[in-house]
């Protein structure tokens, strides 16, 4: 898949029918500007994601592997590289296709455009299958994609408070390098790779409104 597709647990198997549990891997941690694409504004955004790449030994007859995961919402574009964005319908109304997915791609992590990619770690293909199954569900957990980590700020301390979690593809990533830990990984990079969460900030007095939190569950305004 040279264009992203959206990962589902039948697409597993065939990712990975060429892989055996005894396989070396190799994982990046790759960053790349996506456009972010409304009615009437566009804006860009750093985005961050897990990249995965096989290379048989010479004497080997099985087929080198690149692999790409990334969180997500909605993609647009004749090459599906840009994003939808928030774009305001009225004074008191919002809209935004902000349902989240994990896209994947098979194209070279080389000729892609990322604009970085670190090495993480080596990881074998008993674990690769795993944590493509985890990549899948976490798109239940995180039903929606929100980029933003909101600040609130008092006006006379000064001090910041977090009053709304983002649900990125950073936290998709850190979420994979966590499974990865878990699952045995030894994660060792040469250098940190750098993360981009933008944050709002906000003064004044908050007001509650009906809508989702950070787990994508539903919030009515009393609650």
């Known amino acids: 898949a040279t264009l992203p597709q959206v990962l589902t647990i039948s697409e597993v198997p065939s990712l990975i029918e060429n892989?055996?549990?005894?396989?070396?891997?190799?994982?990046?941690?790759?960053?790349?500007?996506?456009?972010l694409s409304g009615k009437f504004q566009s804006a860009t955004i750093?985005?961050?994601?897990l990249g995965l790449r096989y290379d048989p030994p010479s004497n080997s007859h099985k087929r080198p592997l690149e692999l790409t995961l990334e969180y997500g919402p909605q993609r647009i574009?004749?090459?599906l590289e840009e994003e939808s964005m928030p774009f305001v319908m009225s004074e008191n109304h919002l809209s935004w296709e902000n349902e989240g997915k994990v896209y994947y791609?098979?194209?070279?992590?080389?000729?892609?455009?990322w604009k970085s990619a670190y090495?993480?770690?080596?990881?074998?293909g008993a674990v690769v299958e795993k944590i493509l199954e985890r990549a899948v569900a976490y798109s239940t957990k995180k039903p929606r994609y929100q980029p933003f980590a909101v600040v609130s700020s008092d006006p006379e301390t000064g001090v910041q408070k977090q009053v709304l979690k983002s649900s990125s593809s950073v936290d998709f990533v850190y979420a994979m390098w966590s499974d990865m830990a878990?699952?045995?990984?030894?994660?060792?990079?040469?250098?940190?790779p750098p993360s981009y969460i933008p944050r709002l900030h906000i003064t004044g007095k908050?007001?509650?409104?009906?809508?989702?939190?950070?787990?994508g569950k539903y919030v009515p305004q009393e609650a």
């Open 19 to 35: 892989l055996d549990a005894s396989d070396v891997l190799e994982c990046y941690s790759l960053t790349r500007t996506a456009h």
């Open 46 to 49: 750093q985005k961050m994601a």
């Open 77 to 79: 574009g004749t090459d």
């Open 105 to 113: 791609t098979t194209a070279s992590i080389q000729d892609y455009r």
């Open 119 to 124: 090495y993480m770690s080596s990881i074998s």
């Open 182 to 192: 878990e699952l045995g990984v030894d994660l060792r990079p040469i250098l940190t």
């Open 206 to 215: 908050i007001e509650k409104v009906s809508g989702y939190d950070s787990e």
